[in-house]
């Protein structure tokens, strides 16, 4: 079952919209006439997008529970029902990790994994009600294939696509898509930046880009990308596309276990 979604005075919500893909993300929305009310814990940057695109800013730090409790009511109360949701926020903990600091990786589950499935639970509640909804999860080929120094990131990710995959599985009668967004290495983001501090991740970075296996891409088609799949409900979106196999091989078993479903509601 599909419905016709259009884009065009539609609410969407960008969660890490203060810089990086978040930022894009909102920028590409708004471009093609969305309404955009972008969350992130960073005063300044946040209301200085909400002022060039004329969105709602909300602050919050997704890792606490206090933060997130009602965030959709919230975001709804001026911008109306929200029709896309693109939970982009995330934290890359990075290092051995003997030399992780547990605060750290509790935050980085609250925000990565806890924070996703959340709003996923307060936003879909309406979608259905109202026949039509859009949701992206954004992650990473750190959860796909296993990096050292990365282990708690690409854990993080991992269960974000494995909750993701059992969610759309969920809602697959419905008129609501969720879309697994599954990134390489994009240019010109602090999270990318921050990986480089691992002498093992900016190895592998300086080798993928010498042999040209994973090129990086930028930001502007990372977004033009998610929106796109986004929007016409794609069940996945890899970039860069050369991996995507990556992604299929994860998607394996449950595509197999699929058949078990056929006429189970």
Do not use: W
Not at 43 to 70: K, T, V
Not at 247 to 253: A, D, G, L, M, S
Request: with cysteine.
């Amino acid at each position: 079952m599909t419905d016709a979604f259009t884009l065009r005075g539609a609410h969407a919500i960008v969660t890490g919209a203060s810089r990086g893909i978040g930022r894009q993300l909102a920028r590409e929305l708004a471009g093609r006439g969305a309404r955009v009310t972008l969350i992130a814990r960073s005063s300044p940057a946040l209301h200085q997008l909400g002022g060039e695109l004329g969105g709602q800013a909300l602050l919050a730090d997704l890792s606490r529970a206090d933060h997130l409790a009602g965030l959709i009511a919230r975001a709804e109360v001026d911008g109306g029902p929200v029709d896309l949701l693109f939970n982009n926020a995330a934290l890359a903990v990075v290092g051995p990790l003997v030399d992780c600091d547990p605060g750290d990786i509790g935050q980085s589950f609250a925000l990565n994994c806890v924070a996703p499935v959340e709003l996923c639970r307060q936003v879909l509640p309406g979608m259905l009600a109202r026949g039509s909804g859009r949701i992206a999860n954004i992650s990473s080929l750190a959860g796909v294939t296993a990096f050292p120094t990365l282990s708690v990131y690409g854990a993080t990710k991992a269960a974000l696509v494995q909750f993701s995959a059992a969610l759309q599985r969920e809602i697959r009668r419905t008129p609501v898509r969720l879309t697994i967004v599954q990134l390489g290495e994009v240019a010109g983001t602090d999270m990318m930046e921050q990986a480089r501090q691992s002498p093992t991740i900016a190895a592998v970075s300086r080798r993928l880009a010498r042999t040209r296996a994973l090129p990086a891409v930028s930001l502007e088609m990372v977004a033009r990308k998610i929106v796109d799949a986004t929007v016409a409900g794609r069940r996945d979106q890899v970039i860069p596309a050369r991996v995507a196999p990556f992604h299929k091989i994860r998607e394996f078993p449950s595509r197999m276990n699929d058949a078990i479903l056929v006429g189970i509601d």
